[in-house]
């Protein structure tokens, strides 16, 4: 029943992990932290391998698509010119989560914050137009870097998640926060900016908590619920 004492429209109280006549695929992109850098075994490992773990085979398959040293608008290394890229888009996920942008303060001062909005947006966007139309999940804010890492301490690295935020909004991506767990755990990055062994599995075990919170299951056409239900307003659900 709603506020107003009417019965409510159907809704769901389990979770939406459940397959759409198939395995839904879970693409993870971004740079070298994706990409399981300093892990031993990455292929067992990296965080994609353990949220596949988490997960489980049943109902879902993870890939990781992690380039080390790419960027949203690094000119040497822009991720949507690699092939991680295109193999990201030809797996057709129905989640993408991605972890770009530290990178790109390599490259600052050389693009402002409209260009690297509008990179980010065509990154999302490629996949936006997939058949799948996935959920696309950005890190934000991004995950911390630690004292002797060699931006550590750059007040850019503040602009540069303000301006995540802002693709996010722009593009309706959802955002999970990659700071706030792991900004009291150093010894979960041993070089001050890759996660270890520990770390990579605190990364998939937050990813998946995450999502646990979806409301909708990817690839299928989003619901609207009448005036009248529980929120007593009309919502659209979809990416």
Known sequence: FNDGGLPAAPFR????MAAPGRVIRVACIGDSITYGSG??????????????????SELFEVRNFGKPGAGIHRARNKYDRSVEHAEALAFQPDIVICNLGINDLNDWGRFGRGAFIGEYRNLVDAY???????????????????PGQTFHGDPNIETLNRWIAEAAAVTG????????HFSNHPEWFPDHIHPNEAGAQEVAEQTFQFL?????????????????TATGTTRTHGR
């Open 212 to 228: 646990a919170t979806l409301e909708e299951l990817p690839g299928t056409p989003p619901t609207v619920e009448p005036v009248g």
């Open 13 to 16: 109280t389990d979770p939406w």
């Open 173 to 180: 991506a959802r955002t999970i926060d990659m700071y706030a």
């Open 39 to 56: 892990i031993g075994n990455r292929a067992a490992n990296a965080y994609p391998a353990r949220l596949q773990d988490l997960l489980g």
């Open 128 to 146: 936006a137009g997939l058949p799948t139309d996935p959920v696309f999940i950005l890190w934000h804010r991004l995950a911390p870097l630690f």
